[in-house]
């Protein structure tokens, strides 16, 4: 029976998501299922799903899916798929707001309903046709009276504390999410504000007084967790602090530091015609070589990947600047294509496999492979601002695509000329017949068209 | 500093009335400060983390705040026995070991 376990989900003994004939399935443990039957009935699941809260899921037989001799229980989850899966470090700064706002509406209405998240991680949540959506269902549980917001802590150090730390210092947050797949610290973080900071009200709340509750008291022996246990904890305390939270968030601004690329459009140098003459042959591209999924690298703020995503399956933005990204969810969050998935990534240094056996996590490779890739001013910031010599910068667009757009970029163009005014030039291969060479080495050159005077060349590739 | 509460929450042997109020146990304190004491519910899949428990204490109100107080003050004369009353706390024990020894 070909039944794949995703190998990031085993932390849940109630149940874990696999793929069977290309569905995407959870197991559900006797009180599980009987957890979700309840929420189907009391219409808890549906609610959720319609807002856009929760992904699309459905209790099913396991014999009508073929699964009766699986051993997995009478009834599985079926879940709607996401084709391709982000992980916090991947996304912008609004993208993980509103992680963050989803998972606190969706605990809101749970507690309304008498029911409780379990945990409160970055990781329950995804990108899906263009909105940031929930779908750890199973983390929906029943709330107890008298108990604590157990993901609280968890909530601060994998969405508040991160989204903080780039409001308020203007510091991305991605390395630290790729570096700690749990958030950062509350001890840790308070270490990282200013004075001014913490004289903010949610700050002291949630930051200064947590810490010095935490460095008081977490090294206490177990007599005193034990009396924890008897302590009560109010549900309008914990409606309060949710909402205190969500005002909170929304009232963060986002700082994009020291963005390169914040002002990409004045700063680069297209004449109409020459940005005429790409566009047109993007495009046509698209309709040459028909691709279901495209891989936009170093796409900016979207442009390409907005014009071609009518065409496509899917499209996948990719690009190292957070606030490029960050622009581009914005534009799918306000009636842009939603079969465009923004990604925050350096091809320099690519997601690498993450987490428990280095499995739990995949790498970005991974999981951007797709039909054909865009790869537009971009090999010169790789083969020169990154010193990959070009065999490799070939070879690796090659495996993330066996076809699609590659500009060409010469030395003589004035980008370039830039990146080299403090440098030595060492790159003697860095030409335009080298790069050719490797080409043709791995695809089929189609077309060729020149911008910028020759500087720049367009080749339309098809798979060899 | 460790806060060490074993101490005062299992020597119910206290023959000194003058530590009346750092011998007393916890959950009884807990319930002075009008706090129901509950059989344990928790049942948590993940840790909620030693801060994120007592900040919710704390927005819980007043009651909270109590409670969170005693911790601290409990730390205090923890403190101020050792430095001055490390011979009496050895004491103590010894009482109560002479007494479960009989």
Redesign the interface.
Known sequence: MDLQFDPGSFKDPDGRIFEYQGNIYRTLSASAAERMRARVADGTLAALIDQGLLIDSELVGASDVGLADADLGETVMRHARIPVLTYPSEWSFDMLRDAALVTLDLLQQGLERDLMLKDATAFNVAFHDGRMKFFDTLSIDDYTEGAPWDGYAQFCREFLFPLMLTSYRGIEFQPWLRGSLSGIPVRTFARLLSLREKLRGPVVKHVVLQAKLDRSFADTDTEMRSSFKTMKFSKPMIVANVAGLSKTLRKLSYEAGDSVWGDYASSHSYSAEDATTKRQFVDQAVDHLSPSTVVDLGGNIGDYSFLVAPKVDRVLCVDIDPACINTLYRRIRDGGPTNVVPIVGDLLNPTPALGWNLTERRDLFERIRSESFFALALVHHLAIGGNVPLPRVVETLHRIAPSGVVEWVDKQDAMVQRMLRNRTDVFADYTWDVFRTELERRFNIVKTVETHDGARRLCLLEPR | M?????HV??NKHSKSPGFAVGRFP??VL?AACG???????????????????????????VAGVL??GK??WL?IKEAFQNIFGGGADSEESKDSNSETGN
């Not at chain 2, 460790?2 to 074993?6: A, F």
């Open positions: 460790r806060l060490n509460l074993t929450l299992i916890l959950r807990i706090l129901v004491t509950l059989s344990s519910p928790a049942h948590a899949y993940i840790d909620p983390g030693t801060g994120g428990m007592l900040l919710q204490l704390l927005l819980g109100g409670v969170i911790l601290y730390r």
